[in-house]
């Protein structure tokens, strides 16, 4: 362990000053996974919105326990990183106005406007991956035995650039999955408890589909019957199990029935195209300008507040209701549980305990593919059911790909890859051939003009390029 004050584990969190903390700070503080760190150290390149969430964390209303961690804030990283056993990464480069314009480019262009899929996806990844290959490089110099869990987005194309860095010392997370799995799972009335070993979900980060929920898994409150008979194909033939839950609305039986399987929400912008970027267009606002507007005063806020976690939490509670807003029709709201909060953290800490005590875990993450596809790269990050202890993180077997879905995510895993090597090697051709290759670049010209409208919003990225 690093320098902890007591039994437990050193947390570092780069990107400390992030929203979405305190929801790892609760777990951390309550619950489960309560002891497990002693030291959470926050670092953050603006350290105005650590020091707010600091103030957050130690006004958090507690259960009745032990002592909460302790809660360090270090002005640069060199001084964060040192004594480190587990990091968290969720690092947004370029803050809330770089999205605004990942958006706003696209949309330009007349491209989807989103901030992990399509343009804006790799705009976000140009940005975001050569700041994370400084924290990788600093955490392999200044704490060699640290793993990093890494949120930052686009998160699979982040942890496949940094692997080259840290190998097998990254370990990619989204919540997306694994409540797709939740949702889909309860809609079924089946109880996965600790194993995924009947759920078959292959995919890329924001790109996958859930194939199977095999029966064979405990079912029901009362520990079920062993049937080994899959449960998805019957609820996607129930239009009123679908519309139950919030992916079952919004793709609906038809699509659904074509497919056989129940995709990830972000694949919404590829199977519904128009329809998503038609509603970003009508809209007054994007995504990312308001997230903008309504954080704009917030760490000001946070930083005076006489209870700075309440004013927290009514920010969290309407940021939380707008998420996938353009999926959605005018009048449905968000499913009070997924308002809830508690998606991510929890993955996360779920690794990190696994890899701090060697217990192990089943959790669908971003791992390396070795061979568990084959018409995939060895080394290419994939998103799929993997099993975590203290050695690391590794996929669980699957069956193949069907051609549907190894077409999509080939496609997408060059332009990811491409995306990487322009990041990494500053490379503007990569660049080029990766918005031209994207499914929802519909033109070479369209490509050109997004690439030649991102150089012109962000400079350094202009200036970056080698050639």
């Known amino acids: 362990m690093g320098s902890s004050t007591s039994s437990g584990a050193t947390l570092v969190v780069v990107g ?15 619950g489960p996974f309560a002891g497990l760190v002693s030291d959470v150290v926050l670092f953050d390149a603006q350290q105005e919105r650590s020091r707010a969430i600091a103030r957050v964390l130690k006004a958090m209303p ?11 804030v270090e002005t640069r990283l060199e001084e964060a990183l040192p004594g480190a056993d587990i990091v968290f990464a969720a690092v947004r480069s370029g803050g809330a106005e770089g999205r ?39 955490i392999r110099y200044l704490a060699p035995d640290a793993w990093l869990i890494n949120f930052t987005n686009p998160a699979g194309m982040v942890t496949e650039a940094v692997s080259a860095v840290l190998g097998g010392r990254v370990i990619g997370i989204c919540d997306s999955a694994s409540g797709l799995v939740a949702r889909a799972a309860q809609a079924v009335g089946l109880e996965l408890g600790d194993s995924l070993a009947g759920v078959d979900y292959v995919g890329l980060n924001h790109l996958g589909w859930l194939r199977g929920l095999d029966g064979g898994v405990k079912s029901g409150r009362d520990g079920g019957v062993k ?14 199990r679908l519309a139950a839950f919030e992916e079952g609305r919004l793709f609906g039986p038809d699509l659904l029935r ?21 509603s970003i267009r009508s809209a007054d606002r994007t995504r990312g300008e308001i997230l903008r507007d309504q954080q704009e005063n917030l760490y000001p806020r946070l ?23 353009e999926a959605r029709s005018a009048d449905e709201e968000r499913d009070e549980a997924d308002l809830a909060g508690g998606g991510y953290e929890r993955v996360a800490l779920q690794v990190m305990r696994s890899l701090l005590t060697d217990q192990r875990a ?12 084959p018409g995939l790269p060895q080394d290419a990050i994939v998103e799929v059911p993997s ?7 590794r996929p669980l077997s699957t069956a193949p790909l069907t051609p549907h879905q190894l077409g999509l995510m080939s496609t997408v895993k060059a332009v990811e890859q491409d995306t990487i090597r322009a990041a990494v090697h500053r490379d503007r051709d990569a660049a080029l051939r990766a918005f031209a290759g994207h499914p929802l670049v519909d033109s070479f010209h369209a490509a050109s003009a997004v690439l030649a409208g991102y150089e012109k919003a962000f400079p350094a990225l202009r200036a970056s390029w080698v050639g």
Do not use: C, K
């Open 62 to 72: 507690r259960a009745a326990g032990g002592p909460a961690p302790s809660v360090r």
């Open 387 to 393: 099993v975590v202890d203290a050695a690391g993180a």
């Open 16 to 30: 400390g000053g992030g929203f979405r903390v305190p929801l790892v700070y609760r777990a951390l503080a309550d």
């Open 258 to 278: 074509t497919l056989g399987a129940l995709p990830n929400e972000y694949l919404f912008y590829y199977y519904f195209h128009r329809e998503a970027l038609r």
């Open 227 to 240: 049937s080994g008979r899959d449960l998805l194909p019957g609820l996607l033939a129930d239009p009123v």
């Open 303 to 325: 930083a005076a507040a006489g209870d700075p976690f309440a004013a927290w939490e009514d920010a969290r509670r309407e940021r939380e209701s707008g998420y996938l807003a």
């Open 100 to 138: 605004v314009l990942d958006e706003r480019v696209a949309l330009a262009a007349g491209l989807l406007g989103q901030e992990t899929v399509g343009a804006g996806g790799i705009s976000y990844a140009l940005r975001s991956i050569p700041d994370m290959m400084h924290v990788a490089s600093a």
């Open 362 to 373: 089943d959790l669908i993450l971003n791992v390396r593919n070795g061979r568990t596809f």
